[in-house]
């Protein structure tokens, strides 16, 4: 019997910033919505008439595509005075289908201010904007199908804007300078093949509200440091970034190192990712709850990344003894495991289920493992993933699963949204759906902690997102 066409349908969902620890001061957050959101369609179409009805159907095979060729280019060769802070044009962010990033947001900088719209990336450092161009993505409403053209910044014309010194401590190619006073120069390569960005640093501000984003606060001048990308390569030229990129790594470099030193917020930042929305927030300088499970990262000092260690896991009741590292990434889609690790669970998944196995186009879904069912009530979820962190807590995955519906709408099937990777391991943005995640950065510890993360109305209300608007 020929298999129906099959879409799948599953909720990519975005982040929101819940249940603060304060610190002293304020918190500053932001809005996020993905791309493919029936809110971001809605807004794109009515605030600037585009035609959305090309982009892919939230879970259709074209929408998980779509993320999949998202996730093997972002991995390519292998895959304090305030205690939180959003953006001051807005709590919200999206993603945009003809972007190459998972989440964007429009941040402000300069004086007088240029809005931005950047992307959002934890497994980067830097935060850079494309100015002084000799070779950068366009910027033309044009050339993304969009109805805004985007801005670029120039430090020359910024009335607080301040070259950044090659005798500075933040200046890595110090062996490229003549001398001490030259502007530092930089050259960041990224995973993507042959995608890197260069230019100079400065200085300058950034302006962020104290709060949650639901009410008007006082605005904070922050002063930061950014690189002026005068030329890019790679995907960078394919619209992955045309705006620029807003790294959240570990690195001094990055803002959320910045804004601590500076004693503007705590050295942490949090992100909530709702099971069954497509809205959140982002905050920096949260630290959590008290009553969140914790594990430690596991800092490699030459290259220092989000990655925790995995003592065990269960799948359903079955134990498997394993001992492995994963880098908790909220710019990958799906999750991704280490061949042996990848086959113990999947294996022990797969000898639990009653189900029949379904069989489908690996062209157009990209999942190894997936089944036949009618209802969702049929399915057994009694395989629950669990894995069991240094320190002792446990992580359960709220919903591993894709389903899978024909034309009609009917439901046909289900996938394990687990992929294969040659080396490393990563979590996904899809395992942490329904979890409130804080990178704690002065103690070096990631935080979990269940979720509703459905945004309050009055806090989620839609700012305007340019200048202009």
């Known amino acids: 019997m020929e298999n129906p066409t ?9 982040l929101l910033s819940l249940g603060f620890r304060y610190s002293n001061g304020q918190s500053y957050s932001l ?6 959101s029936h809110e971001v369609k809605e807004w794109m179409t009515s605030r600037h008439g585009l035609d959305t009805q090309t982009w892919p159907m939230e879970g259709s095979n074209e929408y998980y595509k779509t993320l999949h060729h998202h996730d093997s280019a972002r991995h390519g060769r292998n895959l304090a005075e ?5 953006f001051a044009e807005g709590n919200e962010t999206i993603e945009l289908q003809q972007l190459g990033f998972l989440f964007y947001t429009v941040v402000q900088v300069g004086t007088p201010n240029v809005t931005l719209l950047v992307a959002l990336d934890t497994g980067s450092d830097l935060f850079w904007v494309p100015c002084d161009c000799q070779q950068c993505a366009p910027t033309s409403a044009a050339s993304y199908g969009l109805e805004i053209n985007l801005q670029t910044y120039s430090p020359s014309a910024s009335q607080t804007s301040k070259p950044v010194t090659c005798n500075n401590t933040l200046c890595d190619l110090q062996n490229q300078c003549s001398k001490s006073s030259d502007q530092c120069p930089y050259n960041v390569t990224y995973l993507s093949e042959n995608t890197s960005t260069a230019g100079t640093l400065v200085e300058d501000v950034l302006y962020l509200i104290p709060g949650d984003g639901s009410q008007n606060g006082t605005v904070v001048k922050a002063p930061i440091t950014f690189g002026c990308g005068s030329v890019q390569t790679g995907t960078f030229l394919e619209a992955a970034a045309p705006n620029g990129l807003l790294g959240l790594g570990i690195e001094p470099i990055s803002v959320p190192t910045i804004l601590h030193k500076s004693g503007i917020v705590s050295n942490s930042f949090s992100m909530c990712f709702p099971a069954n929305t497509s809205s959140g927030r982002f905050a920096f300088g949260d630290k959590g709850s008290s009553d969140q499970k914790e594990t430690p990262f ?3 000092k030459l290259h220092p990344t989000y990655n925790i260690g995995v003592q065990e896991f269960y799948v359903g009741n079955a134990l498997v003894k394993t001992q492995f590292q994963a880098l908790f990434d909220t710019g990958t889609s799906f999750t991704y495991l280490a061949d042996s690790v990848y086959k113990s669970l999947t294996s022990n998944y797969h000898l639990q289920t009653q189900d029949t196995p379904l069989t489908i186009d690996r062209s157009s879904v990209p999942f190894e493992y997936c089944y036949n069912a009618s209802n969702r009530q049929s399915i057994n ?7 069991n962190f240094n320190g002792g807590n446990n992580f359960s995955a709220i ?15 289900y996938c394990l949204a687990v992929l294969q990777s040659s080396s490393i391991s990563i979590i ?20 979990w902690k269940e979720a509703d993360c459905e945004c309050p109305l009055k806090s989620c209300s839609r700012k305007r997102m340019f200048v202009g608007e």
């Open 381 to 387: 979820q009694g395989r629950k993933i669990t894995f």
């Open 31 to 36: 809005q996020m919505y993905h791309k493919f």
């Open 399 to 413: 919903q591993p699963l894709v389903f899978l519906s024909d034309v009609t709408g009917k439901l046909v099937g």
């Open 6 to 14: 099959l879409s799948l349908i599953c909720h990519t969902i975005l």
């Open 298 to 300: 596991i800092i490699n």
């Open 82 to 86: 305030y205690s939180s802070l959003t």
């Open 428 to 447: 996904g943005q899809n395992f942490m759906a329904g979890y409130q995640i804080v990178f704690d950065r002065d103690e070096l510890k990631l935080g």
